[in-house]
């Protein structure tokens, strides 16, 4: 049974910062691509940050710069470090894994596996 806990989120003020953590129960986490993602209401879900098991990583423009996507592999952990909050940042944030093994960052698949998500809430 995968599990994928996001936990972190929060209110914050423009130019705040705040660190997700994604807590995987899944096997072989260290081999695996990992990634966040966020969805505002009334928009797609859209990638932020992926990492491969390398700790290869790749940002979306509108990140980049800004946060910063790391792993535990020892504690099977996941993390969205968010510095420069805006409120084009405000979002649910989601986790999610790469079904298949030792993929390189260019080449991340996510959908098999998604967290609950956290929400995160930016203010002018």
């Known amino acids: 049974q995968v599990q994928l806990l996001e936990s972190g989120g929060g209110s914050v003020q423009t130019g705040g910062s705040l660190r997700l953590s994604c807590a995987a129960s899944i096997g072989s986490f260290s081999s695996r691509c990992m990634g966040w993602f966020r969805q505002a209401p009334g928009k797609e879900r859209e990638q932020v940050a992926r990492?491969?098991?390398?700790?290869?990583?790749e940002y979306a423009d509108s990140v980049k710069g800004r946060f910063t996507i790391s792993r535990d592999n020892a504690n099977n952990t996941l993390y969205l470090e968010m510095y420069s909050l805006n409120p084009e940042d405000t979002a649910m944030y989601y986790c999610?894994?790469?079904?298949?093994?030792?993929?390189?960052?260019?080449?991340?698949?996510?959908?098999?596996?998604w967290g609950q998500g956290t929400q995160v809430t930016v203010s002018s």
């Open positions: 999610a894994a790469d079904r298949v093994l030792y993929n390189s960052f260019r080449w991340c698949s996510f959908g098999a596996y």
């Open positions: 990492i491969d098991g390398t700790s290869r990583t």
